[in-house]
């Protein structure tokens, strides 16, 4: 095959990679897939129980089977019957489980709909704040996210590290600052896991942490886990334990602003615990798929959300670990170190010293 050839074929493949993402968002965002779960359904009958127009649920359900995402029986359009196994429903519908992914669509809608502002940006060299990219790049990242802070947050990372686990448990009201917080997923789970601490978090994103203040109602632990609206580099803060980074700290405008105000809050013996993009240590091309996605994210979002804060860093989605290493050091940190711990999409960092 040319390569021209293999051009084509892969942007054809992405095509309808796109395509169908957008038809997922659409049976996720209307309750198809929530009606279709355990049982089996006509056109008409998911219609009426989704209350949605009967055309357009025969042809979704039948886009769906070619995509392969349901199951079809039955030669008369009117009488086949669609169902959804449950391995499927897992990946699509469980948002704390471990194999979510069903919002991959209405991340991709978000940067879709950013997509003039963004063209408007790279003319004039300006940014497309965070709140402008609106609900569907703020839920998309959250419930990417979410499941790791469910399960591994405080399953896996950091009782790997058993000075932090064991201050968080064994301290009483030991205290937790959570900076980028997004919708609260992080500072939530951490507050479930270890119930002797307090828990801030901070975010510049108002519609983010009125979500998050809703989360932590929801989830009963408000009495330990409060919000604040603001800039992670001014933290007004002293005698904490843990400070926490998830995925946002390449998004900040003053990285090495945010990491010293972190050092200034933290408590004799205090760590920061950080994870940010697991990429490749220099620029490689062509990269892998994770960093593709990545520089992908950062073309379409990261870069102009940071540059709307301010454009004197601005570094884009791809943080590589000597950068952050860096980072760490002008903010004074003597001990920064990336920690052996394994993710696909996450590098881990403990600052200290
Ligand atoms: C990619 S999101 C990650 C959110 C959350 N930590 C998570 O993992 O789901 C990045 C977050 O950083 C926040 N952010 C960006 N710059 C900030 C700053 N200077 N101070 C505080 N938060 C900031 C954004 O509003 C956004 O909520």
Known sequence: MTTSEQTAERLLGALIGAAELFTVELGRELGLYRALRGTRRTASDLAKTAGIDARYAREWLEQQAAAGFLTAAGDDPDGRLFALTEEVAAVLLDETGPAFLGTAGQFALGVGLA??????AF????????ADYGRHIRHGIAAFNRPMFTHQLAGEWLPGLPEIDQRLRATPGARVLDLGCGVGHSSVAL????????????DLDEASVAEA?????????????????????????AGV?????????????????????????????????IGDERVSDTFTAPAGE?????????????????????????????LRASTLLDWARAAGFTRPEVLDITNDFWRFY???G
């Open 115 to 120: 997509y003039p502002a963004v063209t408007e």
């Open 123 to 130: 003319r004039t060299g300006s940014g497309v704040s965070y």
């Open 191 to 202: 507050a479930l896991a270890y119930p002797a601490i307090t828990v801030r978090g901070v």
């Open 213 to 237: 203040r809703r989360n932590a109602a929801e989830a009963g632990v408000a009495d330990r886990v409060s919000f604040t609206l603001g800039d992670a580099a001014t933290p007004a803060d």
């Open 241 to 273: 334990d843990l400070v926490t980074i998830f995925e946002a700290l390449h998004d900040m405008a003053d990285p090495v602003g945010v990491l010293a105000a972190a050092r200034a809050a933290l408590a004799e013996g205090g760590s920061v615990f």
């Open 290 to 318: 994770i960093e593709r996605l990545q520089y992908a994210f950062s073309v379409l979002h990261c870069l102009p959300a940071t540059r709307a804060e301010s454009s004197d860093v601005a570094n884009g989605t791809v």
């Open 350 to 352: 403990r600052l200290r």
